[in-house]
């Protein structure tokens, strides 16, 4: 296979290959100088070197990306409701949709290429984008349009998180498998807040159709990346014999295009992953599937629960009023938007400064600091409510503050929950084990979006109630965490495993 020129300065050196049994892993005393060397080349290079990984997800990341901004419009964030009345099922449907693509994926995804999977996703969310975009004010195609891109979300969600930690070489796949999936899914929940807040009611084109534009955007961008860049996993490859196919895989994926030392290590590695993998099943994928499903449903209830209590006043009479905001935004700013501008921007960064950690810090210490202080704000945000029916101005305040500084902290803990899918599981199972976490997820965000907060009244006891109680789960996810959750930095994929093979996380 011809391989291209490379200098010493990327980093490694060129391994070309002549015969099929030139194909066997290197394992001299230069080839492994040569392994660390490009390990501790400058950090830009590596990242520049590595970057056809990030690329060969990109168009799974478009389609999240129109995902977080139906997620935002299903938790209030509209701008309908003084027009048009907006039934359950609308705003249920696209978690009813991701719900049954990312079981339809995780079970049934291996029969067809990666590729041709992202470009039907892809044309999935290009449709529903369309329809969206054409039809103003019509609920029918509202409704076909997020059934489409949420199926489309759910199905490209758990093929995605594997082949994304399969692709990454070990010291990039943090960052590589959070910026897959929490990266774009905030960008679309912060597009959509901001859209909403700042549209003129009164303007012919609605918020609805300029999400349908973005999604048509997204899905045609999406489906080109997916023809272009996407290549099915070398570990797949493997594991169908076809060797040759994953080396020409891996060198696919660095820049320059060549077979190098560090591509024969990856085949060893991945090689070994696939021998100890074939006699593993559900009893061994028991331990990570605990512990992801409990991490998965506190993401979900971080979120979605905390945006029921400050969707801005006024949006829905029956389905999300707003009590947070209403005693706090509304008597401390009135009604700007900031808040609800702040309020997705810091849930923004708070991903974003979390992914870039994983890699160097690691992924236990974001999670831990994150759940231990937004349960600490949870409960700081309870008693501003609790033992009194009227606010006073300094407790209205302080609450919206503290509530809004709780999103920074939420961000930098779920982070690490995409990282952790990805290299939890048995590769056999891996795909359906990711698709009953991220159903079990949407399930929380469906059951919570059934709460008629319109029947609680103006009693400041529910709000104090939640809090407390959304504390506590938090920091039981703390201790819960320093427990079960172990560090997988600098691992391959095989030892990452082995770390969740039990329940306990043993001491160092």
Known sequence: ?????VSPDDGYHVVPIHSESDAQVPRNLNDQQVLILSQRS???????????????VGAAALIFLSGGIHIAWSIGFDSLLAELVVTNHVRISWFIAAIIGALLGGFFSRWFPYKVLMEFCSLLTFIGGI???????????LLAGRYLNGLANGLALAPTLAMAGE???FYKRGTTTSATEQWP??????VQIVCSVVWDSQSDFTVEQFQGVISGVLGATALLLAFLLSIDSPVDLLQQGNEQGAIEALSRLQRPRAVTAETYDQVRDHRTYLDHHRSMGWRHALPALVRLSVLRIFYGLSFSVMVVFTIFYGLSFSVMVVFTLTWTSTEVYGGSSGPYVLFGLLRLVGSFSSAFALDSLGRKIPLLLGLVISGGLSFGLATRFAGSEFLKFSDSRMALWLLLIYQLFAGIAFA??????????????????IAFCYALEMIAQLLICQVDLSAIGSDTSYIALYFFTLGGLLLAGFLFS??????TKDTTLLQAQFKFQEFVIPPA
């Open 167 to 169: 692709l990454s070489v």
């Open 185 to 190: 899914t905030t960008i679309g929940i912060f």
């Open 42 to 56: 400058p950090c830009c290079n590596r990242d520049l070197r590595n970057q056809p990984q990030a690329n060969a």
């Open 131 to 141: 329809l969206m975009a054409v039809n103003r004010m019509d609920l029918d195609a």
């Open 1 to 5: 296979m011809p391989t291209d020129r």
């Open 416 to 433: 690490p929950s995409s990282t952790y899918l990805s290299e939890a599981f048995p590769h056999r199972i891996k795909r359906q084990c």
């Open 482 to 487: 320093i427990w079960y959750m172990p560090e």
